[in-house]
């Protein structure tokens, strides 16, 4: 198995431009989730798909955040316009159903926004 | 507002046992002791979980004290391998997320 697979895994933008970050969940787990990690926030969860349905959208910043989940094996978390303050580590994670299942984590895309 | 409690740092000779403690004095009775860390530039790993019973798996052990107000985590024999930050999270049995918080900085030594 493969993990979970984001893409990419750099990305180095203008500020106002558009990002979109990608992520691949292992096959047959039904919980997805998008986490932000930055030096002076550490780690919070942006987003919750349960099912390709997004459950809790709280941790999202703001309107310039949006994510989607078309099918379940693919996720995106799009940054439009991209600001200086978004450079951080995003993280994809997933979990098979149930809320006490462990999280499996993809290595992540460090964005950082100029 | 934390829900646990961890040193910030500490050291550990290599082949040599590392104890990991958590203080979470305020957990309730349907909160799981959950335990990830996280290598240098890798997204976080899960180690262990448990509820009130002591656990163990390949990676890891989970000791819980009686009261459950604290945990430690052991692992039996640390290796260059192991230095992460080890985070200790407690969640409610219907909860999805993870609130991670400082957690710990291990550094194992040869």
């Known amino acids: 198995d493969a993990g979970v697979i984001q893409s990419p895994r750099h990305e180095v933008t203008e500020m106002g431009q558009e990002v979109t970050l990608r992520c691949k969940p292992i096959s047959g787990h039904n919980s997805l989730f998008w986490y932000r990690q930055t030096m002076m926030r550490g780690l919070e969860l942006l987003i919750y798909?349960?099912?390709?349905?997004?459950?809790?959208d709280s941790g999202m910043p703001e309107d310039r955040f949006s994510a989607k989940m078309p099918n379940a094996s693919f996720s995106t978390l799009k940054i439009q316009p991209s600001e200086p303050r978004d450079s951080a580590v995003y993280f994809c994670?997933?979990?098979?159903?149930?809320?006490?299942?462990?999280?499996?984590f993809g290595q992540g895309t460090r964005l950082t926004v100029v | 507002d934390a829900k646990t409690t961890q040193p910030p740092s500490m050291d550990c000779a290599e082949g040599r046992a590392a104890n990991l403690p958590c203080n979470h004095s305020?957990?309730?009775?349907?909160?799981?002791v959950y335990w990830y860390r996280q290598i240098h530039s890798q997204g976080p790993q899960y180690i262990i979980h448990g509820l009130k019973n002591n656990e163990t798996n390949e990676m890891a052990s989970l000791i819980i004290t009686e009261d459950r107000k604290s945990s430690t985590l052991i692992l039996p024999h640390a290796t260059l391998r192991d230095t992460a930050v080890y985070y200790c999270?407690?969640?409610?049995?219907?909860?999805?997320?993870?609130?991670f918080g400082a957690g710990t900085t291990v550094t194992v030594r040869a």
């Open positions: 999270i407690v969640r409610d049995y219907n909860d999805y997320k993870l609130s």
């Open positions: 798909f349960n099912n390709n349905v997004p459950i809790d």
């Open positions: 994670a997933s979990s098979l159903e149930g809320p006490r299942r462990e999280a499996f």
């Open positions: 305020t957990i309730s009775g349907n909160e799981y």
